[in-house]
Structure formats: structure tokens, C-alpha cells
Antibody, heavy 120, light 102 residues
Framework: EVQLLESGGGLVQPGGSLRLSCATS????????MSWVRQAPGKGLDWVSS????????YYADSVRGRFTISRDNSKNTLYLQMNSLRADDTAIYYC?????????????WGTGTTVTVSS | DIQLTQSPSFLSASVGDRVTITCRAS??????LAWYQQKPGKAPKLLIY???TLHSGVPSRFSGSGSGTEFTLTISSLQPEDFATYYC????FGPGTKVDIK
């Protein structure tokens, strides 16, 4: 069974940093693109970033480019999101998601999410 | 940047109804489209990708079509478990359509 488990969320002050992790199992991690998607309280889905299976290609939403960095450790089957210069509007549930084989952005398996709250 | 809009934003329907949700892109693109279903407090579920490919395990009452700037999700006969919010996606997501019980 494919499983994704996010961790690393929490309360952080504006301007602070957090590193999210997504531990995966049940599939050949390095052959699938992975993504982070967030959802602010009461709002819709917001694509954040995606990374290719090998890690060589990375894509970011305009709202996070230059502040967030997506990465992966294929030896540990783990996806990461380094978030710097956090702002109040980054407050959200952050989901990691696995892509459909052969695609970047179609996400067929999702984690349960980790909550990030940016507040003083 | 391409923007996605969905219509309607809210839909009230009855069990057994045929339901169609439209997603429009701000500019024509060769990119395909995905549709997701999300229920309160849960992660989204993939329904359709590449515009019309039904994801494994998704009931056949769900179908997708479209091209260019206009795409549709159709539920042929709405079931009680289908009341949820639906999102289209082409890298970014549309704003969502909430389907509620009439």
C-alpha cells in the first residue's frame, strides 16, 4: 500500500523557517514526481511546488519562489520542503502528493497533511 | 500565467441528478486537466487526469472532457457520497465547486 506521511509543521513567527518532511512507502520513490500542495483554512487547494523523480527538475508557484525549496532524498524515500521567510499567508495545511506515472502535476496519492501556522 | 475559473462555484442538486461542472483556462493550452474531489477534513482524491482518463477505482459515473480553454466534469447520476467540493487542476488549481444536497 502506498503511504505518505508528512511531518514538521507547527507554529512559527513571521520571518521564520520550517522544514517539512514527507516519508513515503509502498512504491518506487525515485520513479515518480512529487509535489507539495497547501490549503489555507476555509480556502481552496494551492499548488506549491513539484520535483521530478531524479530531483533535477523543480517547479514553484510564484508566491513561494525564492522562499521555499523542494528537495528529495531518494535513498530515504523522503520528500522535503524548506520554507524560509514565512508570512502569515503561508498558514495552511501542507499536503505532499505522489504524481501519476509519467506526469508531474496529476496527484494520485496524498498524505494526511501537516499544519503550518505563521503567527506572532 | 494561466488562471483557472470554475462554474458554478456552488451547486445544489438531488441524488440521481446529472451534474456538470465547467473549468475554464484564461488561455488556450495543450495541457490536459485533472479533477479532484475533496470532503471536509480530508485530503483530495484524484478522479480524472489527462482530461478524460478515469483514475483507478473511481466510479464510471464520473467523466471528463474538453480541450483548449474549456473542460467539464460530469457526474451522470449523483450519489449521496458525491456531495463534496470539486477542483480542476492544470498545475495550479481552480477555485472549487461545492456540490450540496438540495
Amino acid at each position: 500500500e502506498v503511504q505518505l506521511l508528512e511531518s514538521g509543521g507547527g507554529l512559527v513567527q513571521p520571518g521564520g523557517s520550517l522544514r517539512l518532511s514527507c516519508a513515503t512507502s509502498g512504491f518506487t520513490f525515485d520513479t515518480f514526481a512529487m509535489s507539495w500542495v497547501r490549503q489555507a483554512p476555509g480556502k481552496g487547494l494551492d499548488w506549491v511546488s513539484s520535483i521530478s523523480g531524479g530531483g533535477g527538475n523543480r517547479y514553484y508557484a510564484d508566491s513561494v519562489r525564492g522562499r521555499f525549496t523542494i528537495s528529495r532524498d531518494n535513498s530515504k524515500n523522503t520528500l522535503y520542503l524548506q520554507m524560509n521567510s514565512l508570512r502569515a499567508d503561508d498558514t495552511a495545511i501542507y499536503y505532499c502528493a505522489k504524481a501519476v506515472r509519467g506526469y508531474y502535476y496529476y496527484m494520485d496519492v496524498w498524505g494526511t497533511g501537516t499544519t503550518v501556522t505563521v503567527s506572532s | 500565467d494561466i488562471q483557472l475559473t470554475q462554474s458554478p462555484s456552488f451547486l445544489s442538486a438531488s441524488v440521481g441528478d446529472r451534474v456538470t461542472i465547467t473549468c475554464r483556462a484564461s488561455q488556450a493550452t495543450s495541457s490536459f486537466l485533472a479533477w479532484y474531489q475533496q470532503k471536509p477534513g480530508k485530503a483530495p482524491k484524484l478522479l480524472i487526469y489527462a482530461t478524460s482518463t478515469l483514475h483507478s477505482g473511481v466510479p464510471s459515473r464520473f467523466s471528463g472532457s474538453g480541450s483548449g480553454t474549456e473542460f467539464t466534469l460530469t457526474i451522470s447520476s449523483l450519489q449521496p457520497e458525491d456531495f463534496a467540493t470539486y477542483y480542476c487542476q492544470q498545475q495550479i488549481f481552480g477555485p472549487g465547486t461545492k456540490v450540496d444536497i438540495k
